[in-house]
Nanobody, 118 residues
Framework: QVQLVESGGGLVQAGGSLRLSCAASGGTFSTYNMGWFRQAPGKEREIVATVRWSVGTRYYADSVKGRFTISRDIAKNTVDLQMNSLKPEDTAIYYC???????????WGQGTQVTVSS
């Protein structure tokens, strides 16, 4: 069973930056993709960014394009999310996820809080 551990959340002022990191261990051999999702209070969980593990193809939600960058390190089994020009509406719990087939995520991290103050 794969385990995902996120780190890097915190409190930042609007316009600032944060970098989230997710380390995967166990069961990563057949990884198809990894991604970052977020859930704000009273809202449904939404996709933020994903990366196809083998080829590196990236996807971004429209709300974060040009501000966030997802990257992966295959050797270290990590996926990072660099978040720049943060806005108060980016405030949420951010979750790392791993999937073994397209469009489906099988394992989730515990989440890390990101709070952007105005």
């Amino acid at each position: 069973q794969v385990q995902l551990v996120e780190s890097g959340g915190g409190l930042v002022q609007a316009g600032g930056s944060l970098r989230l990191s997710c380390a995967a261990s166990g069961g990563t051999f057949s990884t198809y993709n990894m991604g970052w999702f977020r859930q704000a209070p009273g809202k449904e969980r939404e996709i933020v960014a994903t990366v196809r593990w083998s080829v590196g193809t990236r996807y971004y939600a429209d709300s974060v394009k040009g501000r966030f960058t997802i990257s992966r390190d295959i050797a270290k089994n990590t996926v990072d999310l660099q978040m720049n020009s943060l806005k108060p509406e980016d405030t949420a719990i951010y979750y790392c996820a791993l999937g073994y087939r397209a469009g489906h995520y099988d394992s989730w991290g515990q989440g890390t809080q990101v709070t952007v103050s105005s």
